[in-house]
Protein backbone atom coordinates (compact mmCIF):
# COMPACT_ATOMS: atom_id res chain seq x y z
CA UNK A 1 0.00 0.00 0.00
CA UNK A 2 0.66 3.55 -0.21
CA UNK A 3 3.27 4.78 2.12
CA UNK A 4 5.08 7.53 4.02
CA UNK A 5 8.52 6.24 5.51
CA UNK A 6 11.55 7.83 6.76
CA UNK A 7 15.54 6.57 5.95
CA UNK A 8 17.25 6.69 9.20
CA UNK A 9 15.32 6.09 12.83
CA UNK A 10 18.08 7.96 14.73
CA UNK A 11 20.35 11.12 14.00
CA UNK A 12 22.89 12.24 15.52
CA UNK A 13 24.84 16.03 15.16
CA UNK A 14 27.24 18.52 16.70
CA UNK A 15 25.69 21.84 17.99
CA UNK A 16 25.89 23.97 14.45
CA UNK A 17 26.62 21.83 12.40
CA UNK A 18 23.67 21.21 9.58
CA UNK A 19 21.20 18.63 9.71
CA UNK A 20 19.22 16.62 6.70
CA UNK A 21 16.28 14.22 7.52
CA UNK A 22 15.17 12.19 4.87
CA UNK A 23 12.05 10.73 3.76
CA UNK A 24 10.54 8.07 0.89
CA UNK A 25 7.17 8.50 -0.31
CA UNK A 26 5.46 6.03 -2.27
CA UNK A 27 1.95 7.81 -3.30
CA UNK A 28 3.00 9.95 -6.28
CA UNK A 29 -0.52 11.47 -6.57
CA UNK A 30 0.31 13.14 -2.81
CA UNK A 31 0.09 17.44 -3.30
CA UNK A 32 1.78 18.57 -0.35
CA UNK A 33 4.25 17.11 1.61
CA UNK A 34 4.37 18.94 5.44
CA UNK A 35 7.42 18.26 8.35
CA UNK A 36 6.19 18.15 11.82
CA UNK A 37 8.64 18.49 15.16
CA UNK A 38 7.58 16.83 18.25
CA UNK A 39 9.37 17.66 21.24
CA UNK A 40 9.68 14.88 23.81
CA UNK A 41 6.24 14.71 25.82
CA UNK A 42 4.79 17.09 23.26
CA UNK A 43 2.40 17.59 20.69
CA UNK A 44 3.68 17.55 16.69
CA UNK A 45 4.45 20.84 15.34
CA UNK A 46 4.12 21.83 12.57
CA UNK A 47 7.81 23.53 10.60
CA UNK A 48 7.03 23.49 6.98
CA UNK A 49 4.91 22.51 3.83
CA UNK A 50 6.38 22.03 -0.08
CA UNK A 51 3.43 21.91 -2.45
CA UNK A 52 4.22 19.42 -4.98
CA UNK A 53 4.88 21.41 -8.06
CA UNK A 54 8.09 22.94 -5.98
CA UNK A 55 11.09 21.29 -5.51
CA UNK A 56 12.63 23.74 -2.87
CA UNK A 57 10.75 25.72 -0.05
CA UNK A 58 12.99 28.09 2.59
CA UNK A 59 11.64 28.78 6.31
CA UNK A 60 13.74 30.53 8.84
CA UNK A 61 17.24 28.10 9.23
CA UNK A 62 15.15 25.18 7.55
CA UNK A 63 14.73 23.68 3.73
CA UNK A 64 12.18 21.26 2.20
CA UNK A 65 13.49 19.60 -0.96
CA UNK A 66 11.18 17.67 -3.11
CA UNK A 67 12.70 15.20 -5.55
CA UNK A 68 9.51 13.37 -7.19
CA UNK A 69 11.62 11.39 -9.58
CA UNK A 70 12.86 9.18 -6.73
CA UNK A 71 10.26 10.29 -4.16
CA UNK A 72 12.31 11.71 -2.04
CA UNK A 73 11.86 14.32 0.54
CA UNK A 74 14.34 15.77 3.10
CA UNK A 75 14.45 18.58 5.99
CA UNK A 76 17.76 20.95 6.38
CA UNK A 77 18.05 22.02 9.46
CA UNK A 78 20.60 25.03 9.07
CA UNK A 79 23.34 25.68 12.56
CA UNK A 80 21.51 22.56 14.32
CA UNK A 81 20.89 23.73 18.00
CA UNK A 82 19.96 21.81 21.05
CA UNK A 83 16.49 23.47 20.97
CA UNK A 84 16.14 21.24 17.68
CA UNK A 85 16.63 17.60 19.45
CA UNK A 86 13.22 16.54 19.25
CA UNK A 87 11.74 13.85 16.69
CA UNK A 88 10.52 14.60 13.35
CA UNK A 89 8.05 13.43 10.85
CA UNK A 90 7.60 13.44 7.13
CA UNK A 91 3.49 13.60 6.23
CA UNK A 92 1.33 13.44 3.25
CA UNK A 93 -1.60 14.92 2.08
CA UNK A 94 -3.77 14.80 -1.30
CA UNK A 95 -5.28 18.28 -2.18
CA UNK A 96 -8.91 17.44 -1.24
CA UNK A 97 -7.76 14.57 1.37
CA UNK A 98 -9.12 15.05 4.64
CA UNK A 99 -6.17 13.37 6.28
CA UNK A 100 -2.67 13.49 6.93
CA UNK A 101 -0.57 9.82 6.12
CA UNK A 102 2.64 10.41 8.99
CA UNK A 103 5.62 8.81 8.80
CA UNK A 104 7.55 6.83 11.81
CA UNK A 105 9.60 9.90 12.63
CA UNK A 106 13.62 10.10 13.08
CA UNK A 107 15.18 11.31 16.60
CA UNK A 108 17.14 14.33 15.95
CA UNK A 109 19.30 14.46 18.94
CA UNK A 110 21.97 17.28 18.92
CA UNK A 111 25.02 17.11 20.65
CA UNK A 112 26.99 19.72 22.33
CA UNK B 1 -6.46 29.59 26.77
CA UNK B 2 -4.63 29.55 23.67
CA UNK B 3 -4.54 27.08 21.24
CA UNK B 4 -5.63 23.32 22.45
CA UNK B 5 -6.37 22.01 25.44
CA UNK B 6 -6.91 17.97 25.99
CA UNK B 7 -7.89 16.04 29.40
CA UNK B 8 -7.37 14.22 31.46
CA UNK B 9 -3.14 14.64 30.64
CA UNK B 10 -3.01 10.53 31.46
CA UNK B 11 -5.42 7.70 32.77
CA UNK B 12 -5.28 3.93 33.54
CA UNK B 13 -8.49 2.54 32.81
CA UNK B 14 -9.99 -1.24 33.35
CA UNK B 15 -10.94 -3.19 30.21
CA UNK B 16 -14.26 -2.38 29.47
CA UNK B 17 -14.86 0.76 30.93
CA UNK B 18 -16.01 3.35 29.18
CA UNK B 19 -13.96 6.73 29.01
CA UNK B 20 -14.55 9.70 27.23
CA UNK B 21 -11.24 12.05 26.11
CA UNK B 22 -12.09 15.86 26.16
CA UNK B 23 -10.32 18.65 23.75
CA UNK B 24 -10.87 21.75 23.22
CA UNK B 25 -9.47 24.38 21.16
CA UNK B 26 -10.00 28.44 21.17
CA UNK B 27 -8.49 29.33 17.39
CA UNK B 28 -11.77 29.04 15.95
CA UNK B 29 -10.75 26.73 13.61
CA UNK B 30 -13.36 24.59 11.65
CA UNK B 31 -11.66 21.17 11.59
CA UNK B 32 -10.56 18.79 13.82
CA UNK B 33 -8.78 15.47 14.19
CA UNK B 34 -7.98 12.50 16.49
CA UNK B 35 -4.78 10.72 16.25
CA UNK B 36 -3.21 7.86 18.27
CA UNK B 37 0.69 7.70 18.26
CA UNK B 38 1.82 4.10 19.12
CA UNK B 39 5.74 3.53 19.20
CA UNK B 40 7.50 3.09 15.77
CA UNK B 41 3.80 3.65 13.87
CA UNK B 42 3.68 7.72 14.26
CA UNK B 43 0.25 9.26 14.18
CA UNK B 44 -2.59 7.17 12.56
CA UNK B 45 -6.46 9.80 12.58
CA UNK B 46 -9.16 8.09 14.27
CA UNK B 47 -11.33 10.34 13.44
CA UNK B 48 -12.23 13.79 12.05
CA UNK B 49 -14.68 16.70 11.93
CA UNK B 50 -15.00 19.48 8.93
CA UNK B 51 -16.98 21.71 10.98
CA UNK B 52 -19.33 21.66 13.55
CA UNK B 53 -21.89 19.40 13.50
CA UNK B 54 -20.19 16.38 10.95
CA UNK B 55 -17.86 13.99 12.06
CA UNK B 56 -16.04 11.61 9.48
CA UNK B 57 -14.23 8.03 9.81
CA UNK B 58 -10.01 8.07 9.72
CA UNK B 59 -7.83 5.33 9.45
CA UNK B 60 -8.60 3.12 12.58
CA UNK B 61 -11.99 4.28 14.29
CA UNK B 62 -12.98 0.51 15.27
CA UNK B 63 -13.97 0.85 18.98
CA UNK B 64 -13.85 4.95 18.97
CA UNK B 65 -16.93 7.45 18.84
CA UNK B 66 -17.08 10.90 18.38
CA UNK B 67 -19.15 14.42 18.23
CA UNK B 68 -18.89 17.98 17.08
CA UNK B 69 -21.78 19.61 19.14
CA UNK B 70 -20.15 22.87 18.59
CA UNK B 71 -16.71 24.54 17.03
CA UNK B 72 -14.66 24.48 20.16
CA UNK B 73 -15.41 20.61 21.82
CA UNK B 74 -14.27 17.57 19.72
CA UNK B 75 -14.68 14.58 22.36
CA UNK B 76 -13.36 11.11 21.94
CA UNK B 77 -15.18 8.35 23.61
CA UNK B 78 -13.79 4.45 23.86
CA UNK B 79 -17.58 2.64 24.55
CA UNK B 80 -15.96 -0.18 25.66
CA UNK B 81 -11.68 0.00 26.19
CA UNK B 82 -9.54 -2.75 25.06
CA UNK B 83 -5.90 -3.41 26.06
CA UNK B 84 -4.79 -2.36 22.03
CA UNK B 85 -6.18 1.21 22.53
CA UNK B 86 -3.34 1.59 25.10
CA UNK B 87 -1.67 4.69 23.09
CA UNK B 88 -1.08 8.60 23.63
CA UNK B 89 -3.82 10.60 21.93
CA UNK B 90 -3.43 14.02 20.40
CA UNK B 91 -6.08 16.19 19.29
CA UNK B 92 -5.39 18.60 16.76
CA UNK B 93 -7.15 21.12 14.64
CA UNK B 94 -6.76 23.40 11.57
CA UNK B 95 -8.43 26.23 9.74
CA UNK B 96 -9.84 24.17 7.09
CA UNK B 97 -9.93 20.54 5.95
CA UNK B 98 -7.55 22.01 3.08
CA UNK B 99 -4.84 23.65 5.70
CA UNK B 100 -1.75 21.59 6.17
CA UNK B 101 -0.85 23.23 9.19
CA UNK B 102 -2.63 20.96 11.99
CA UNK B 103 -2.34 22.21 15.95
CA UNK B 104 -1.88 19.60 18.41
CA UNK B 105 -3.15 19.50 21.56
CA UNK B 106 -0.33 18.01 24.53
CA UNK B 107 -1.64 14.36 24.73
CA UNK B 108 -3.32 12.39 26.47
CA UNK B 109 -1.63 8.72 27.35
CA UNK B 110 -3.91 6.09 28.07
CA UNK B 111 -3.02 2.78 29.55
CA UNK B 112 -5.72 -0.08 29.45
CA UNK B 113 -5.09 -2.80 31.60
Known amino acids: GESVGLHLPTLSVQEGDNSIINCAYSNSASDYFIWYKQESGKGPQFIID?????DKRQGQRVTVLLNKTVKHLSLQIAATQPGDSAVYFC???????????FGSGTQLTVLP | IAGITQAPTSQILAAGRRMTLRCTQDMRHNAMYWYRQDLGLGLRLIHY???????GKGEVPDGYSVSRANTDDFPLTLASAVPSQTSVYFCASSAGLVSHEQFFGPGTRLTVL
Open chain 2, 49 to 55: SNTAGTT
Open chain 1, 91 to 101: AEKYDSARQLT
Open chain 1, 50 to 54: IRSNM
